[in-house]
């Protein structure tokens, strides 16, 4: 991009949901106006934003009235079609572009992206056919069969530990192209987020470490507390160099396993990544100077990146629609001035009109003065949601 965009123009959003709501607020805050593409009348993102185009991600009307609102245009479902963004790209900045997205939207583009990098992965294989399946070597298993494409929050994702059911699982999987993973013993999870831009510059938030419950990521905790020094550089360099071989722009993050590197020492291992900002990362509006919707804003508009810093050791609560059942069958609402009574507590709620079991509602974020303060608050927090 050759002019940044200033304060005043419109920038654009593929999609809808929360993170499309928080890149909103974090645009209007630097005084950009925003324009959301979502088929759902009630979307997160669309009710806050100036202009909502509701239609489909592939409707070439409603893409055209984007191109019409929008002076550049980013995304936040990582499962919006390549081709949608590769026809904006053609009138309007896109950032990231359809081809990077198109790596990620795909396991098996992904982990050669990440070969291409130089970063290793979990041993795994493809299966797309019949004899991908027959010639699958006996070492991945037990493994994980995963939807090469659309899966997420553990969907798509079978664990088979012999032959007969990795068949059985692909089948009930409709064939489609799936990756094979080696089940690895972990250690733990973490993820590194980074920025991107147009010029190549690289910068990087703190290292977060994650804890995931039944697929979905639940906690978040920065500092890290398990993570040495050297392995969190590592994770930076490794997530920079996956950003830099495609040419990315924008907001990355990375997902890494970290496992046993038999010598008794820590070893990371690629997992997935997205291109956009990740929910992992949402401690960064309450717990850093930039946030990485910040980042988002200045990487699509070609302004200046500068490091974030944190200034407060954090944890990141997921708030998943299951809070809203504790009390028995009946939706209600948690108990959320019990919540905010206690300090350094910052509540991001969505305005999904109805919880379900599963669904990301909203999160939490804790500030405080040491990570064990915070850790206090934390559990507080867990003991009044039940
Ligand atoms: P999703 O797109 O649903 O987030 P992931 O590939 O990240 O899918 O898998 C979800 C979770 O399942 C991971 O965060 C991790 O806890 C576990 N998992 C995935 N792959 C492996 C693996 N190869 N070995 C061990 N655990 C895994
Ligand atoms: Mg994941």
Known sequence: ?????????????????????????????????????????????????HVHVQTDYLDAAG?????????????????????????????RPVAPAGASVAICQDRAAEKAHFGASGVP?????????????????????????????????????????????????WHDLKQVTCVLEKRLGLLLELSV???????????????????????????????????????????????SAIAAEMGYVGVLCVEFFVVDDGQGGQALVANEMAPRPHNSGHYTIDACDLSQFDLQVRTMAGLPLVQPRLHSPTVMLNLLGDLWFTAGAEETEPAWERVLALP???????????????????????????????????????????
């Open 1 to 49: 991009m050759s002019q940044p965009l200033r304060p005043g123009a419109t920038l654009g959003v593929m999609g809808g949901g929360q993170l499309g709501r928080m890149f909103v607020h974090a645009a209007q805050t630097l005084g950009f106006r925003t324009a959301v593409l979502d088929p759902d009348a009630a979307s997160p993102a669309g009710c806050v934003s």
């Open 63 to 91: 893409l055209q009235a984007l191109v019409n609102a929008a002076d550049a245009v980013t995304t936040e479902f990582e499962n919006v079609p390549a081709a949608a963004l590769n026809t904006l790209a053609q009138s």
């Open 121 to 169: 992965c979990a041993p795994y294989a493809v299966i797309a056919t019949e004899a991908d399946l027959a010639a699958v070597d006996a070492n991945l298993l037990p493994g994980i069969l995963k939807t090469a494409r659309m899966g997420y929050d553990g969907k798509g994702q079978v664990r088979v530990s012999t032959p007969t059911e990795l068949a059985a699982a």
């Open 193 to 239: 987020i980074v920025a991107r831009g147009a010029d190549g510059q690289i910068v990087h938030f703190p290292v977060q470490q994650n804890l995931h419950l039944g697929g979905i990521l639940a906690v978040t905790t920065v500092p890290a507390p398990d993570v040495s020094p050297a392995l969190a550089a590592q994770a930076v360099t490794r997530a």
């Open 344 to 386: 350094g507590v910052h509540l991001h709620l969505y305005g999904k009109t109805s919880a379900r079991p599963g669904r990301k509602m909203g999160h939490l974020t804790v500030t405080g003065a040491t990570p064990e303060a915070v850790q206090l608050v934390a559990t507080q927090v867990r003991d009044i949601l039940g």
